[in-house]
């Protein structure tokens, strides 16, 4: 069966330290994957899609960057954090459209 | 670009009755989906449907393309379906758009 991985759980990180959070996934090839962001009171936000390894969409432009080094991983990171980038971060993965998708189980960073 | 609406924002009910949970959406979509956030934050898939309806244990979800609407029910409801109902519809490039979700708390 599918799994996917998220880690850390929680991350407390200062103002300008880098950052960087893992997403691999388990039992299947090729799977697109996702990064979303859910700021404290407001919705999920696609930051980042991948459909192979390599290749990386960005949504919206920010202070993070994403990268897919092997085909089920996913990593999201940022050189100097901001207090802005505080949120639960969730990767997730589905095998497109027509298909459902199974989210990890989150990291949440505060950047103090 | 699409625009998820659902309504109510927040819901509070006794065990047992009846929930309904309503969601919008403004551009066709190839596919809709419940997902279910809990405390901790978690996200559980509950459905995905794009067209007619579907349904799982106490739950049930409804689709009306032409309308551009859908609707999560769920009979006899439980403390412990007490969580964060979010819609979200697939509009292509393989993205999803979430609404704001819905705060469901079901008192005993």
């Known amino acids: 069966s599918q799994t996917i991985h998220q880690w850390p759980a929680t991350l407390v990180q200062p103002v300008g330290s880098p950052l960087s959070l893992e997403c691999t996934v388990e039992g299947t090839s090729n799977p697109n994957l996702y990064w979303y962001r859910q700021a404290a009171g407001r919705g999920l936000q696609l930051l980042f899609y991948?459909?192979?390894?390599?290749?990386i969409s960005s949504e919206v432009p920010q202070n993070l960057s994403a990268s897919r080094p092997q085909d089920r991983q996913f990593i999201l990171s940022s050189k100097k954090l901001l207090l802005s980038d505080s949120g639960f971060y969730l990767c997730a993965w589905s095998r497109g459209n027509d298909y459902g998708y199974t989210f990890g189980s989150g990291t949440r960073l505060t950047v103090v | 670009k699409n625009e998820v609406e659902q309504s109510p924002q927040n819901l509070t009910a006794q065990e047992g009755e009846f929930i309904t949970i309503n969601c919008s959406y403004s551009?066709?979509?190839?596919?809709l989906h419940w997902l279910q956030q809990h405390p901790g934050g978690g996200i559980v898939s509950l459905f995905m449907l794009s067209s007619g309806k579907k349904k799982h244990g106490r739950l049930i979800a409804t689709i009306n393309i032409q309308e551009k609407h859908s609707s999560l029910h769920i009979t006899a409801s439980h403390p412990r379906d007490s969580a964060v109902y979010i819609c979200a519809v697939t509009e292509g490039a393989q993205k999803l758009v979430f609404g704001q979700g819905t705060r469901l708390t079901i008192n005993p």
């Open positions: 551009v066709g979509i190839s596919a």
């Open positions: 991948s459909v192979g390894i390599g290749q």
